[in-house]
């Protein structure tokens, strides 16, 4: 019954690989939200979209492209993988554009070797 | 542009003491939301409390409260009887009403000691 479920939870790759992080909500929610969180903690929004719509997109490089096939469904497909890109990624939802509470995964460990 | 702000990046108290985390933030919107989250080891993130701006009452869930100064700009965390399941990292955080994506602050290590 988790609201907010991430796969994988951990993920170890090389530099150049092509990777996808998935995330499902099954709270109903329109709005989805993509973060990401350094090395130093710092949490900084990346991707937002809405009934499968980007709304937000943060200058995050082009490499990463985020997908929402269905509402329910917001996943992060990174190329070319770089060291920068590792750190903790959280996907999170909340009810619509101008609910103020969003409800967090449980995040996934991106290791760029 | 809004910031929030932690100014203690790291907290050690005894079970069962009293705790207060810092926040102070910036906007020159009069309308937002204000949160504090917990992100213990296990990494999730998780909502511990929320104040709506235009409410002078502090917002209090169980053992949790804070000290809104809308003029001060400052939004503060108490934790009463702490407990070693509240050592994590807090998060206060930080969204206006006309946007939708959330400003978090640098975070502040709390570590609840035996």
């Known amino acids: 019954d988790t609201a907010v479920s991430q796969t994988p939870k951990y993920l170890v790759t090389q530099m150049g690989n092509d990777k996808s992080i998935k995330c499902e909500q099954n709270l109903g929610h329109d709005t989805m939200y993509w973060y990401k969180q350094d090395s130093k903690k710092f949490l900084k929004i990346m991707f937002s979209?809405?009934?499968?719509?980007?709304?937000i997109n943060e200058t995050v490089p082009n490499r990463f492209s985020p997908k929402s096939p269905d509402k329910a469904h917001l996943n992060l497909h990174i190329n070319s993988l770089e060291l920068g890109d590792s750190a903790v990624y959280f996907c999170?939802?909340?009810?619509?554009?101008?609910?103020?509470?969003?409800?967090f995964g449980p995040g996934t460990r991106l290791l760029v070797l | 542009a809004q910031t929030v702000t932690q100014s203690q990046p790291e907290m050690s108290v005894q079970e069962a003491e009293t705790v207060t985390l810092s926040c102070t933030y910036d906007?020159?919107?009069?309308?937002?939301?204000l949160f504090w989250y917990k992100q213990p080891p296990s990494r999730q993130m998780i909502l511990v409390i929320r104040q709506e701006a235009y409410k002078q009452q502090n917002a209090t869930e169980n053992r949790f409260s804070v000290n809104f100064q809308k003029a001060a700009k400052s939004f503060s965390l108490k934790i009463s009887d702490s407990q070693l399941g509240d050592t994590a990292m807090y998060f206060c955080a930080l969204r206006l009403n006309r946007d939708d994506k959330i400003i978090f602050g640098k975070g502040t290590r709390l570590h609840i000691l035996p």
């Open positions: 999170a939802s909340s009810p619509d554009r101008v609910q103020e509470t969003q409800y």
């Open positions: 906007t020159s919107e009069s309308n937002y939301y």
């Open positions: 979209y809405n009934n499968k719509e980007l709304i």
